[in-house]
């Protein structure tokens, strides 16, 4: 299956062109995951498992997944490594699941550990705030996606703390 995000389809690396590699693919037992922002590569490790917030629900990714692209919406990326559960919070963008691991290109990316919670919560007041405002004086669309992007870092810490 393979899922084309806002018309975009990398032809070099379709589903059915891409070679998987010939080692024993019952032995992986995880793959590479890249989580990649404008700023920044956030986070480059073999995992087991993630969950990612995508467009039409969130879905999952353990090795040897079927290749596919999806559009994120903004969300917490759930990330499984052998070690431990970590947890990220990103703001839209687009997943490439290949047989080489997966690629997160992010507009935004934080690990919940490095979210600070006093400037998440200011955010989310301030962005309540514009959109009681209106219109007038505010772009209600970027208000809005603030709010939401405000509530997603404050979602995730409490996810890190259960």
């Keep these: 299956m393979l899922l084309v995000a806002n018309g975009c389809l990398r032809?070099?690396?379709a589903a059915t062109n891409d070679q998987r590699p010939a080692t024993n693919m019952a032995s992986q037992k995880s793959f590479l995951?890249?989580?990649v922002t404008p700023a920044s590569k956030v986070f480059s490790a073999q995992v087991k498992?993630?969950?990612a917030p995508g467009e039409a629900g969130y879905f999952g990714v353990l090795p040897h997944h079927t290749n596919m692209l999806a559009t994120l919406k903004?969300?917490?990326l759930k990330v499984e490594t052998a070690e431990k559960t970590v947890y990220f919070a990103i703001a839209r963008g687009l997943a490439e699941v290949m047989a080489s691991g997966v690629?997160?290109?992010a507009e935004t990316a934080e690990e919940a550990s490095t979210i600070d919670v006093e400037r998440a919560k200011q955010a989310k007041e301030r962005a309540d705030r514009r959109l009681k405002e209106g219109r007038k004086q505010w772009d209600l669309e970027r208000a809005e996606a603030a709010l939401a992007r405000a509530a997603n870092r404050l979602k995730v810490v409490e996810l890190m703390k259960s």
């Design 11 to 13: 032809q070099a690396q």
């Design 74 to 76: 903004t969300g917490h």
């Design 103 to 105: 690629k997160i290109l």
């Design 33 to 35: 995951l890249e989580i």
């Design 49 to 51: 498992a993630i969950i």
